[in-house]
């Protein structure tokens, strides 16, 4: 090879340097790695969907969750409550002397077990991912508990102290309380390869604000049933208001 060729291929490269050529055809291109594999800023919206459980106050729901740009969150939870998470609130309230004592106290308690049984739960919240590379997260919002029973006329008198006549003691009646309740916590997402999600939670739960009504089947004991309704719902309040708990939670599911 030539003194000129050599001068040749040296001014080539060094062409080819300064107008930054990128590599030979054929090369693979280099690697870049990914700061938070499932974490993608530039994706606007991301949503997944999970099976997910409550302790203690949702045996099993699905959830679907949203991150919106600049790491806001918003999710909402559809599922029940009901065993075993529903002996571990009954007792609860016995050890914190919720119930009070003696016939009403008993009453009270089987009213309440009766209506935890199988109970809907929706929950929504916002929250935010503060550090783009990472699955920490804070959050607030609401759950909503709606508990259900069917009980007799009689259940209710030890509780209520409602007079009934002569044929309502065996009417049978629908109770319903609606337990509204604030939510705070923090949690960590992973993202486990593409598209696997697994969430865990720690959290505070305390209800705010109860409901309680009372409906009859029957004609025969709709005479009773407004007392007995305002009578119950002045009962169970107090008690309701006395939830206040942590809240663990897990979820697993899938990133669309």
């Known amino acids: 090879m030539s003194w000129e060729m ?47 459980t409550a302790f203690p106050v949702m045996v099993l ?32 309230f ?19 077990r009766s209506a935890l049984r199988s109970s809907p739960v929706f929950r929504t919240g916002v929250g935010w991912r503060p550090f783009a590379a990472h699955g920490f997260e804070i959050y607030t919002g609401y759950t909503l508990v709606a508990l259900r029973a069917e009980l007799v006329a009689s259940e209710l008198v030890a509780v209520t102290g409602v007079a009934l006549a ?18 705070l916590g923090l949690g960590w997402r ?25 409906a009859a089947d029957t004609a025969s004991g709709r005479l009773a049933v407004p007392q007995l309704s305002a009578a119950l719902d002045a009962h169970l309040d107090p008690l309701y208001l006395h939830t206040i708990s942590p809240v663990v939670s897990v979820a697993f599911g899938y990133r669309l």
Not at 6 to 23: D, S
Not at 25 to 43: C, K, Y
Not at 94 to 112: C, F, L, N, P, R
Not at 191 to 209: C, D, K, M, P
């Open 6 to 52: 050599v001068r040749a291929a040296q001014l080539g490269a060094a062409i080819a340097v300064v107008c930054g050529a990128g590599p030979a055809r054929g090369d693979p291109e280099p690697e870049t790695p990914s700061r938070a594999p499932g974490f993608d800023r530039n994706n606007p919206v991301i949503v997944d969907v999970t099976a997910a």
């Open 94 to 112: 016995k050890a914190e002397g919720a119930y009070g004592s003696g016939a009403a106290a008993d009453s009270a308690q089987t009213i309440v």
């Open 61 to 92: 729901g699905v959830s679907g969750n949203v991150e919106l740009p600049y790491g806001l969150l918003w999710h909402a939870d559809v599922g029940w409550l009901g065993k075993p998470y529903t002996d571990a609130i009954n007792a609860f």
């Open 166 to 183: 002569a044929d309502e003691p065996q009417v049978s009646l629908q109770m319903q309380s609606l337990l509204h309740n604030l939510d």
């Open 190 to 214: 992973w993202v486990l390869g593409q598209h696997s999600v697994l969430r865990i939670e720690l959290g505070y739960l305390q209800t705010l604000a109860s409901s309680t009504k009372v």
